[in-house]
């Protein structure tokens, strides 16, 4: 992963308080073996940084906040039929990547709540 959104992904952490660390974050580090909570971090990354690059090319809240709840379901819906057929191709790694893409896409609708 780039190191700058590695970097800023690292600093977002850092903002939260102790228990929302807790509570939010580390179950999904630390659970089940070190393989895992290291796949589940690499996974967060990922997540986080295809947020971060969302947020660059749509232009974060300003243009979030302006979604209803349909329109989010709907971008989803769609980015998740777009990851289908890729998986239906026999295209695994871009299936993967647009899963990224749907995941950090959920954050943005929550985020808009």
Same mark, same amino acid.
Do not use: F
């Given at each position: 992963?780039?190191?700058?959104?590695?970097?800023?992904?690292?600093?977002?952490?850092?903002?939260?308080? #102790?228990?929302?660390?807790?509570?939010?974050? /580390?179950?999904?580090?630390?659970?089940?073996?070190?393989?895992?909570?290291?796949?589940?971090?690499?996974?967060?990354?990922?997540?986080?940084?295809?947020?971060?690059?969302?947020?660059? /090319?749509?232009?974060? #809240?300003?243009?979030?906040?302006?979604?209803?709840?349909?329109?989010?379901?709907?971008?989803?819906?769609?980015?998740?039929?777009?990851?289908?057929?890729?998986?239906?191709?026999?295209?695994?790694?871009?299936?993967?990547?647009?899963?990224?893409?749907?995941?950090?896409?959920?954050?943005?609708?929550?985020?808009?709540?």
């Amino acid at each position: 992963m780039n190191q700058v959104l590695a970097a800023d992904l690292e600093r977002l952490l850092s903002q939260l308080t #102790p228990t929302e660390r807790t509570v939010l974050i /580390e179950p999904y580090l630390l659970g089940g073996t070190a393989s895992v909570a290291t796949k589940r971090r690499q996974l967060l990354y990922e997540v986080a940084a295809e947020r971060l690059r969302q947020d660059r /090319e749509w232009g974060g #809240p300003a243009h979030d906040d302006e979604l209803a709840p349909i329109d989010w379901h709907n971008v989803i819906s769609k980015h998740l039929q777009r990851a289908m057929l890729r998986w239906a191709e026999g295209k695994p790694a871009e299936y993967r990547r647009l899963l990224i893409n749907v995941a950090a896409l959920c954050v943005a609708a929550v985020e808009a709540i």
